[in-house]
């Protein structure tokens, strides 16, 4: 089994969220599987190159994997394509490559996954439904292409939107996967089509052509996308107290597995009305008397 996250930019958060992704599958492996790092800041992987393979990317490869539309999620298929096509010239065209999303962490035993994984399914975290009986970004999204052929493939009501925090598939067919979601995506942002979710929505339709069946990973993983402010707390103090006691990863490790991972949930739906009350109390009644300490005197 292939592993491979993306992480550039140089945030902390984004990194300490892969590092703890990547625990968790050291957590709920019988064997650590290959685990792939592509990147644009090596420094940050250096406590876990005896786990991690670190793909180093230039600023100006990022740009260029953005694409003409600079489109951003642009950067996660290209950097899936660059890890297939690795792998594929080591001879491992056969093997499974599972990509996940930093702020997806292991639930539990991953071995029936990885098991079909191997086996040659195909895998998406979750089945989002179809776009058209959805609301929000998704309808937006679906009411811009309805009706539509992309690249061979006609949009219609059986066109399903799956969440990408997880994509799993042998390399040969991951790398006509994202072959075929590139051209999807270029075809799309050619348009104007604007939504954030084109991305996904194109790697189902990809998947779906290469593979006609997709499974779903919810059971193995938790993607908590809809509260990322609460799970960044809980892994700051996860690492505070890792860095405070000096522990080595496998400590890390145990220690992981001894959380309660129900007490904090992983979506968090805010009312409009809420941030908008936020924003006005804000603005009316902002924070006042702040002092600072002043650099001159600290000179002193």
Same mark, same amino acid.
């Given at each position: 089994m292939e592993i491979v996250y993306l992480d550039y930019g140089n945030h902390v958060g984004y990194q300490m969220q892969t590092y703890f992704s990547i625990l968790? /599958?050291?957590?709920?492996?019988?064997?650590?599987?290959?685990?792939?790092v592509v990147t644009d800041h090596v420094v940050a992987y250096t406590r876990l190159e005896k786990y991690v393979h670190v793909v180093e990317v230039g600023q100006e490869t990022l740009k260029e994997w953005r694409g003409e539309n600079d489109y951003p999620f642009r950067i996660k298929i290209k950097a899936m394509e660059h890890v297939a096509k690795l792998l594929k010239e080591q001879g491992k065209d056969k093997e499974a490559l599972m990509y996940i999303d930093c702020d997806t962490f292991a639930v539990c035993d991953l071995k029936p996954l990885f098991e079909g994984a191997t086996q040659g399914l195909a895998y998406m975290q979750k089945n989002e439904g179809m776009p058209y009986l959805t609301h929000g970004p998704s309808k937006r999204l679906w009411d811009d292409v309805k009706g539509k052929t992309y690249c061979g493939i006609v949009i219609d009501e059986h066109s399903e939107m799956w969440n990408s925090g997880l994509i799993a598939a042998p390399v040969s067919?991951?790398?006509?996967? %994202? $072959? /075929?979601?590139?051209?999807? %995506?270029? !075809?799309? /942002?050619? *348009? $104007?089509?604007?939504?954030? =979710?084109?991305e996904q929505f194109c790697f189902a339709l990809a998947l779906r052509h290469e593979c006609q069946q997709i499974h779903t990973a919810e059971p193995f993983f938790c993607h908590y996308w809809g509260n990322k402010? $609460?799970? =960044? *707390?809980? *892994? #700051? !103090?996860?690492?505070?107290?890792?860095?405070? !006691?000096? /522990? #080595?990863?496998? *400590?890390e490790v145990q220690l992981f597995k001894a959380m309660d991972f129900t007490v904090v949930p992983y979506y968090v739906k805010s009312p409009i009305w809420r941030d908008r009350f936020l924003r006005w109390t804000d603005r009316i009644a902002p924070l006042k008397g702040q002092r600072y300490l002043d650099k001159e005197k600290m000179k002193n």
């Open positions: 968790s /599958l050291m957590a709920h492996s019988e064997e650590v599987p290959a685990i792939h067919v991951m790398e006509k996967v %994202c $072959g /075929l979601t590139l051209r999807l %995506c270029d !075809e799309m /942002l050619a *348009q $104007g089509i604007k939504s954030f =979710n084109v402010e $609460g799970w =960044n *707390q809980v *892994q #700051t !103090e996860f690492f505070v107290r890792s860095y405070m !006691e000096q /522990l #080595t990863v496998e *400590q």
